[in-house]
T-cell receptor
Framework: AQTVTQSQPEMSVQEAETVTLSCTYD???????LFWYKQPPSRQMILVIRQEAYKQQNATENRFSVNFQKAAKSFSLKISDSQLGDAAMYFC?????????FGTGTSLTVIP | DTAVSQTPKYLVTQMGNDKSIKCEQNLGHDTMYWYKQDSKKFLKIMFSYNNKELIINETVPNRFSPKSPDKAHLNLHINSLELGDSAVYFCASSQDSGVRYTFGSGTRLTVV
């Protein structure tokens, strides 16, 4: 069974600071993808970053980067220089073939 | 130029009614999905269609019936609505086994 766990229901960060959101997952597969999605109050699911399991190098997208530890089945998201617009729910997701499994989300508050 | 569009965005209805949510994608993707996001923000897949064929059918009540008239459309029909059906329903589409995956903006269904 594939499960995704986000142990931090809520996090807060000061504007311009750095925050790390945690995610762990459980799988017996070796080939899969991991994602972080952002869901602002508008409800739209926005892809933040994607990591292929076969790649050892951590994915980076501007201020967003991940720490992918395959052996530990850990996939944390680091947001640098946090901005007010980063405030949202963040979902970690595991994808195998064409189905996603989502974590329960972390609500991020950015304090001005 | 909306990629995955759902209608309506909001739907309030009484218990026992039958309602439909429509989804259309103009990305040329070959697979479409329905996800349910409950009040605790948990996202779970319900159905997946690939080229009009049902490929994923998670454990959902028989009152939920997806219909795919063509590969650009996947509608969700719900019979005999219950209070517990209140949630946000997301449509999504993908191509290339999910490498390119796009969510709609969601439909908030409220059953009263």
């Amino acid at each position: 069974a594939q499960t995704v766990t986000q142990s931090q229901p809520e996090m807060s960060v000061q504007e311009a600071e750095t925050v790390t959101l945690s995610c762990t997952y459980d799988t017996s597969e070796s080939d899969y993808y991991l994602f972080w999605y952002k869901q602002p109050p508008s409800r739209q699911m926005i892809l933040v970053i994607r990591q292929e399991a076969y790649k050892q190098q951590n994915a980076t997208e501007n201020r967003f980067s991940v720490n992918f530890q395959k052996a530990a089945k850990s996939f944390s998201l680091k947001i640098s220089d946090s901005q007010l617009g980063d405030a949202a729910m963040y979902f970690c997701a595991y994808r195998r073939i064409n189905q996603f499994y989502f974590g329960t989300g972390t609500s991020l508050t950015v304090i001005p | 130029d909306t990629a995955v569009s759902q209608t309506p965005k909001y739907l309030v209805t009484q218990m026992g009614n039958d309602k439909s949510i429509k989804c259309e994608q103009n990305l040329g993707h070959d697979t479409m999905y329905w996800y349910k996001q409950d009040s605790k923000k948990f996202l779970k897949i319900m159905f997946s269609y690939n080229n009009k064929e049902l490929i994923i059918n998670e454990t959902v009540p028989n009152r939920f019936s997806p219909k795919s008239p063509d590969k650009a459309h996947l509608n969700l029909h719900i019979n005999s609505l219950e209070l517990g059906d209140s949630a946000v329903y997301f449509c999504a589409s993908s191509q290339d086994s999910g490498v390119r995956y796009t969510f709609g903006s969601g439909t908030r269904l409220t059953v009263v």
